[in-house]
């Protein structure tokens, strides 16, 4: 069930039952010559959207633009300042808490973005805090999982690629996103085969090191056959660890 494709009395419906809602968060940057721009982004989104239709859980929108800043050196790249994407989380989190919402667990897809996520709880939580004792809005807990961190995923990853999975522009991720979108698998020659590893600072100094935008990854493994099994496995995974959240 995806909050963008429901009318408000079917939220309101659904608040009935249930206070929890799946929010897929990413980013929206360099790939390396065969991922797209959207893969943090489509990955949470595609894993979410697919959960959500199987258990009936409650998918928001996603939160598509994150921390990008050392991918900028690459065209198509949008990056948010962390004090930006910390503003927008909380204001989603309480435009969520206002109508009843008091469950967020955020499905990531960006390891650039998980402190500035962690920072944006401590922000959220202040604020609930703050309100102090006696007032009469619901309490907000926040979740925070990193898709390829879903019990059983990285199994599944390291079967499939047992090398050149690296840590950017990986074979898993590109092959998550060829699953939800087959037209988007293409071949494209790469050198070296596997991508140099390294440190990550500011964008210009990224560029220099990983020229190609890759970092220790082959992608030209990727597949969507491949990614159909790393979705099947994130889906089941995610549909039981959202459930417990949801009635923790
Ligand atoms: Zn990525």
Not at 29 to 52: S, V, Y
Not at 68 to 73: F, N, R, S
Not at 161 to 167: A, K, L
Request: aromatic share 8%.
């Amino acid at each position: 069930m995806q909050l963008q494709l429901s009318t408000w009395p079917e939220i309101e419906a659904h608040l009935a039952k249930s206070r929890a809602i799946l929010i897929p968060i990413g980013s929206t940057e360099q790939h390396g010559p065969n991922g797209l721009l959207g893969t943090d982004a489509l990955c949470p989104e595609i894993i979410a959207r697919r959960a959500g239709d199987a258990a009936g859980i409650l998918v928001a929108p996603t939160f598509n633009v994150g921390q990008a800043q050392h991918h900028m050196a690459f065209a198509g790249t949008i990056t948010l300042r962390p004090s930006t994407m910390i503003a927008a989380m909380m204001d989603w989190a309480q435009s969520l808490r206002r109508h009843g919402f008091e469950k967020l667990y955020w499905l990531n897809g960006h390891g650039g973005n998980i402190a500035t996520i962690t920072a944006a709880f401590s922000e959220i939580y202040h604020g609930v805090s703050f309100a102090g004792a006696g007032h009469n809005q619901p309490p907000l807990r926040c979740s925070l999982r990193n898709w390829w961190e879903l019990p059983g995923v990285m199994d599944v990853c390291r079967q499939l690629f047992p090398v050149g999975e690296g840590s950017h522009a990986t074979p898993s991720e590109v092959s998550v996103t060829w699953f939800g979108y087959p037209e988007a698998a293409r071949q494209v020659a790469m050198s070296p085969r596997i991508a140099p590893n390294g440190p990550i600072l500011d964008a210009e100094d990224f560029r220099r090191r990983y020229p190609d935008g890759r970092m220790g990854s082959d992608p030209s493994q990727a597949s969507a056959a491949a990614g159909e099994k790393i979705v099947s496995a994130a889906v089941k995974a995610l549909i039981a660890e959202f459930n417990q959240f949801a009635a923790d």
